[in-house]
C-alpha cells in the first residue's frame, strides 16, 4: 500500500480569519458549500472547529462511495484537520496570508491507497478527482466569504 496525497488551494480576496471562521462553520456554512458528490451530511457533534465530528458519503467515482465520519481539530490558528474513522483518510484546511488583505486556502488529502495494479490506478487518477471535487468547494467558499 501507498500513501495517495491530493493537494489544491485558492486565493479569497477576504481576510485570513474570516475565510477560516467560514471553514470551521461546520454546521451553516459547509453545507452550502458541498458539491453534488457530498451527501447525508450530518453534524454529530459540535460544529465549529475542533471537537466537531460529521458525517457525510462522498461518491468520489460512479462505483467508488466513501462513509465518512470525521473529526475535526485545529492543531493551530490556521488549520482544520479532519480525521476519518472509517478509513485512513485525513484532510488538511490551511488559511494563510495571501497579499495585501487576503486568504490563500490549500487543502491536501492523504490515504492509504490499495496494493498492485489497482493502487497504481489510484495513485494516479484519485488525486486529479478529488482536486476537482475540493477545487468546487472552495469555489463555493468564495461566495460565503465574499
Known sequence: MGQVYA????????????????????????PKLLPGQY???????????????VHWRLQATEKRVRDCLFTVSAPSPDKLVETDANS??????????AGEG???????????????IGGFFE???APKGLNRIH????????????
Do not use: C, H, K
Not at 138 to 144: D, R, S, V, Y
Open 7 to 30: 493537494t489544491t488551494e485558492r486565493v479569497y480576496e477576504a481576510s485570513p480569519e474570516r475565510v477560516y471562521e467560514a471553514l470551521a462553520d461546520y454546521r451553516d456554512v459547509r
Open 39 to 53: 451527501s447525508e451530511y450530518e453534524v454529530r457533534a459540535g460544529g465549529t472547529g475542533a471537537g466537531t465530528q
Open 88 to 97: 485512513s483518510m485525513v484532510i488538511t484546511w490551511t488559511v494563510s496570508a
Open 102 to 116: 487576503g486568504a490563500r486556502v490549500t487543502v491536501e488529502t492523504t490515504w492509504q491507497g490499495a496494493s498492485g
Open 123 to 125: 495513485r494516479t487518477f
Open 135 to 146: 477545487d468546487e468547494v472552495l469555489a463555493n467558499l468564495a461566495g460565503a466569504v465574499a
